[in-house]
């Protein structure tokens, strides 16, 4: 059985500048102090212990050191601070450990997982495992680059463990060092720019694929230890792919090992259940007005991008975070000081996490899942914003769902549908994302969603896909539907990889390898994907045929594409279009193409010059042969 050193008794471990900042919220960097640490501690190798738990009567640490035994290690409480510290000799890297709560009224408390731990035990085990903190990962000019607003930005959305596995190996998940070799090639051959991840901080139940987290600052044992995801970003950044991260600050789970009343009181949570308790998910809400959590989440937030080098992270469940009234009835929520819906203390708490992140790792991003018209999520907080570099853009991903779900026959009634993104296009840095949230709960996959016999499904997602590429603002698409998944996503198995011996379903994992390769080498379909100036309809009223037109510029000069969509089965075999400057519009990509697995219409030799006849308003126009259930990308050349 391990105990402390005599000496240790009366010497502080936390220093009083760590206390005084961890007090004010503004320690940017709390799981240096909070956690366990592998340290040498007069002239002693150990691990020195440390946590929050203010209302607690006593705190030991319990683990396999000392047969979890609450007597062995009880915890010296620093006066006022509420944190509770200890050296333990000879305890080291590995060790598993929890601690042991008593709470103010006497009652012994369910052993309590680390909320700093740096690594976990696989479920249904909950137990912290010791770690050494990561060496720091210096800031990248080039990832810089690479993330800014007029950089070409198309991300493959991965649930890691149902990406692909070992059927031959127990259908067993694949390593970190196994994703590297397979995942990051294979999405740098499609032409992503970047990978986000489904939430990889330590869960316990495999079915809320990551978004029920206990371990936020520890990364899921699924894969391997934190060294291998390291291995696993490091090798993504060697081969030009950025890493994203899912990042869950909206909620987190009940269980008992958690921080559902940590020490005995309503801690990290609120305690009144109209401000503190989810009812969709069943899950905690944390308590954003605190000091402790505030600073809890905003250091989780750098710590991924500082210890681990991530480029970004995409927060969840951001609209549930902004409104007190989210997912309630009347008299189920509790108003602001003001008397209004907003959650205040949240949109401080998201204000607060930009801007450290921003001052800190300028190379790095957060984007928005937020799905109400909340003004300013990617505007500077210094001009009011929340100060998101990025916004989902949810309500173009429902219009554009809705309008394609459409027989060809009705889509004359909603022309609107597809337009209608183009009226706020450029009030937000928007992202256009087709995510797992799309395939999954009986929504059927993006092939099923598309009307038609086979033939006519496939061209539909063809043309789909061409549209958004071609539309305002950055791309994300979750896996499998590069290749037209014909079931819905189960987190549980391996997509259907044999699926691509389907000419069809490779067409279309080959058309958004194109799709990817024309974003990143024409500068007009990225370079001013939030600026007005950078888009230009040129035929947004024609109903009848289902055709919708528009021009994409980037800065320089003559950076021009136009983008023509034919949303109808139909041939329109001359097809006059008024175009923005005379000259040649070279065809770059056709979604008909036969390499796609289409029906290879399209203008003769690909190759439309302007004839000096006016049409849509301007003075020179192109006669085209547009393609059935397609999109056309035609490049302006003198």
Request: proline share 7%; with cysteine; net charge negative.
């Amino acid at each position: 059985m391990t105990l402390p050193c005599p000496d240790d008794q009366h010497t502080p471990l936390i220093h009083d500048t760590d206390l005084w900042l961890l007090a004010e919220g503004t320690h940017l960097r709390p799981y240096e102090v909070l956690g366990a640490h592998p340290a040498r501690h007069q002239g002693t190798d150990g691990t020195r212990f440390a946590v929050w738990a203010p209302n607690a009567r006593r705190v030991s640490v319990v683990g396999d050191f000392n047969a979890w035994d609450g007597r062995a290690n009880p915890m010296r409480q620093r006066p006022g601070a509420g944190l509770w510290e200890l050296f333990v000799p000879g305890v080291a890297e590995g060790a598993l450990y929890k601690y042991e709560l008593e709470a103010a009224d006497g009652t012994l408390l369910p052993l309590k997982a680390d909320p700093y731990a740096l690594a976990a035990q696989l479920r249904p085990s909950t137990a912290s495992v010791v770690a050494a903190l990561p060496d720091h990962v210096p800031a990248s000019e080039e990832r810089r680059a690479a993330n800014a607003h007029d950089a070409p930005v198309s991300i493959y959305e991965v649930h890691l463990a149902s990406w692909r596995r070992k059927p031959e190996d127990g259908d067993r998940w694949l390593s970190w060092d196994e994703l590297a070799s397979e995942l990051i090639p294979y999405a740098r051959d499609l032409g992503f720019t970047h990978l986000e991840l489904l939430p990889i901080s330590e869960h316990p139940f495999d079915g809320s694929w990551g978004y029920q987290p206990i371990g936020l600052y520890a990364p899921t044992s699924r894969f391997g230890d934190a060294a291998g995801f390291r291995r696993f970003v490091s090798a993504a950044h060697a081969q030009g792919i950025g890493v994203l991260l899912d990042w869950v600050p909206a909620h987190f789970p009940t269980d008992a090992h958690g921080l559902a009343q940590f020490d005995g009181t309503a801690l990290y949570e609120h305690a009144d259940p109209r401000e503190g308790f989810h009812q969709d998910w069943n899950t905690l809400i944390y308590n954003f007005g605190r000091t402790e959590v505030r600073n809890f989440l905003v250091g989780n937030a750098l710590y991924w991008m500082e210890r681990h080098g991530v480029d970004g992270l995409r927060v969840d469940a951001v609209a549930s975070m902004l409104y007190r009234d989210y997912s309630r009835k009347h008299g189920e929520w509790v108003p602001n000081r003001h008397g209004g819906r907003e959650n205040l203390e949240a949109i401080g708490f998201l204000q607060r996490m930009n801007e450290v992140v921003g001052g800190a790792r300028p190379e790095a991003i957060t984007l928005a899942e937020e799905s109400t018209s909340f003004p300013g999520v990617s505007r500077p907080t210094s001009s009011g914003g929340l100060g998101f570099h990025y916004k989902w853009n949810m309500g173009w991903m429902h219009d554009t769902l809705r309008y394609f779900a459409r027989d060809p026959i009705h889509r004359v009634h909603h022309h609107a549908e597809l337009h209608f993104s183009l009226v706020y296009a450029f009030t937000e840095h928007f992202v256009l994302p087709f995510s797992h949230d799309e395939v999954v709960h009986g929504k059927g996959s993006m092939l099923q969603k598309m009307p038609g016999d086979r033939w006519q499904q496939f061209a539909n997602l063809r043309a789909c896909y061409g549209y958004m590429w071609g539309h305002p603002g950055k791309k994300l698409l979750f896996m499998g539907c590069e290749f037209a998944q014909a079931r819905e996503w189960n987190h549980a198995q391996s997509l259907d990889w044999h699926l691509l011996k389907d000419p069809l379903h490779a067409g279309m994992q080959q058309l958004v390898r194109d799709l990817n390769r024309v974003l990143r080498h024409y500068p007009a379909l990225h370079q001013r994907d939030s600026e007005p100036g950078g888009f230009e309809w040129l035929q947004a009223d024609d109903a009848r045929n289902s055709v919708l037109a528009f021009a994409r510029r980037g800065r320089e000069e003559g950076q021009l594409m136009v983008v023509v969509c034919n949303l109808t089965p139909q041939l329109h075999g001359s097809y006059r279009l008024g175009v923005p400057r005379p000259g040649r519009y070279h065809e770059r990509l056709n979604t008909d193409s036969s390499y796609y697995g289409g029906s290879n219409a399209g203008t003769p030799w690909g190759v439309a010059g302007t004839e000096p006849i006016p049409a849509h308003g301007r003075t020179h126009s192109v006669l085209l042969t547009l393609p059935p259930l397609a999109t056309v990308f035609l490049e302006w050349t003198a």
